[in-house]
């Protein structure tokens, strides 16, 4: 691209920063579950164990699922299309050439790991309590 060219609509060639994001995705997804899993439970059964709100355990338990589930979906989704969520975090440059098929085996292989991370987290709304006794 010479001086002067008018740019055009999808010349953006991405920045590292998009290609990073687009290596880490999984990660990122999973470090979001933790925190809108155990900043909200812990809140909602202090506020039940102290009588600040009648909050039922049902719904501590819903929430935990849910956000599971939406973790889980936005990962599985980031594997089966790889090329569709690089053009939307505007990384599909770093996919061309060599480069492209060891960027999404990594990408994919972070999204394994950190989904085996949700499911053992989320797991843990179907076996154990929602709202343990505080110390």
């Known amino acids: 691209m010479k001086p002067g060219d008018a740019i055009q609509a999808g010349d953006d060639r991405g920045s590292p920063a998009a290609a990073l994001a687009y290596l880490v995705v999984g990660p990122l997804a999973w470090a979001g579950h ?66 492209g098929r060891f960027m999404i085996a990594v990408m994919r292989l972070l999204a394994v790991l950190s989904l085996a991370g949700v499911a053992w987290a989320g797991s843990a709304a179907l076996v154990l309590p929602p709202c343990p006794v505080l110390r």
């Open 34 to 99: 933790l925190l809108l899993v155990y900043a909200p439970q812990a809140a909602l059964c202090a506020f039940r164990l102290t009588g600040t709100a009648a909050v039922e355990t049902s719904i501590v338990r819903v929430m935990v699922i849910g956000v599971t589930v939406l973790a889980a979906s936005a990962m599985i989704a980031a594997i089966a299309a790889p090329r569709a969520l690089a053009r939307l975090l505007r990384a599909t440059a770093f996919l061309e050439g060599g480069n």
